[in-house]
């Protein structure tokens, strides 16, 4: 939708408060769509929570060997017939939480897992803008998980689930706000039109959508993440 389309003047009251209906139509329909989608995401996973984790650390375990090639590949260019081959990578396991009590595994655990379902890549796949930040969120994670403490762990829960605010400018003249509202509307309108569109195209849309029976989509799911598992267990088991 351009601008064209719903042209706003800042006399225009009739035509804002159009455009401003408009995109009030159009959040309503993409929350719809959008609480759709992440309820039977959250089908989907209650029944992949061990998969999803896995084929998460697996990925993690196989990026740092193929790091560590490749350094070794560079250091071996730089120090030519001199070249020392060095220690393999050291995979670090979860006996580094053996000193805890029962109660603090239980939590650890419970918070670790809660946090990797709720920011695990895959919840992202079509959103290339928030795929790598949620990369780098479980990699880190899955650090923690392994080699901190629990204060740390809930530090990092909290982080993930509890949102920034953001401040607003008290220094605005009239002006100046009318201005900010109409490029904004005109903005937003853009914008929940592309989300829109967006949500509709998600593959786990389609499927609740689209399938006769969409929870068969969970054996398919499984499938395949029986077998990437299978395969990244393959690559990385010199590691182990």
């Known amino acids: 939708m351009t601008e064209k389309h719903f042209p706003i003047e800042n006399n225009n009251e009739q035509e804002y408060l159009l455009l401003k209906a408009k995109i009030k139509t159009l959040q309503e329909e993409l ?52 070249y020392v081959e060095k220690q393999g990578l050291k995979v670090i396991n979860k006996t580094a939480i053996s000193n805890l009590s029962n109660n603090e595994k239980n939590e650890k655990k419970r918070l670790y897992r809660e946090a990797m379902l ?35 762990l809930k530090k990092f829960h909290s982080n993930i689930f509890i949102g920034k605010a953001i401040e607003n400018d008290k220094n605005l003249t009239l002006e100046k706000t009318a201005l900010i509202v109409d490029n904004y509307l005109k903005n937003e309108l853009e914008k929940i039109i592309k989300q829109l569109e967006f949500a509709k195209a998600k593959h786990t849309y389609k499927v ?18 029986n077998d990437r598992i299978f395969k990244l267990k393959k690559r990385t088991r010199k590691a182990k």
Do not use: C
Not at 58 to 81: C, H
Not at 118 to 132: G, L, R
Not at 133 to 143: N, P, S, V, Y
Not at 208 to 220: A, C, R, S, W
């Open 31 to 82: 929350a719809i769509v959008e609480q759709k989608t992440a309820g039977f995401e959250a089908i989907l996973r209650s029944h992949l929570e061990n998969e999803l984790i896995e084929e998460r650390e697996l990925t993690v375990l196989y990026k740092k060997l193929q790091q560590q090639k490749k350094n070794k590949r560079l250091a071996q260019k730089q120090r030519g017939k001199n």
């Open 118 to 152: 709720h920011v695990h890549p895959d919840k992202f796949s079509m959103n290339y803008e928030k795929i790598d930040l949620a990369t780098e969120i479980t990699t880190k994670l899955i650090e923690i998980y392994q080699t901190g403490n629990l204060n740390d």
């Open 208 to 225: 609740l959508t689209e399938y006769q029976n969409p929870l068969t989509f969970i054996n398919e799911l499984r499938d395949f993440y």
